[in-house]
């Protein structure tokens, strides 16, 4: 189980789970967000998976994206 590109699937997370990402104290993703990264990519995302320090980068500079 691995994390797909932040770029496959941030645009399509729900307002409430980019604010979950967003807010979070911790790298790792909750339940509800990796239960919609799977709803996106098709892809499982393990309990042990956390976003690299680009990743989050990358999800502050995109946060207003819906495209």
């Keep these: 189980m691995t994390l797909p590109p ?7 997370l ?3 789970a980019r ?3 967003l807010d979070s104290d911790s790298h790792r993703l909750d339940e509800t967000v990796r239960e919609e990264i799977r709803e996106i ?3 499982v995302v393990g309990m042990v998976e ?3 320090a680009e ?3 990358y999800a502050r500079a995109h ?5």
């Design 6 to 12: 932040i770029d496959d699937w941030w645009s399509e």
């Design 14 to 16: 729900s307002p409430d």
């Design 19 to 21: 604010q979950s990402v």
């Design 41 to 43: 990519t098709g892809a």
């Design 50 to 52: 956390q976003l690299s």
């Design 55 to 57: 990743d989050l980068a």
């Design 63 to 67: 946060t207003g994206s819906k495209d």
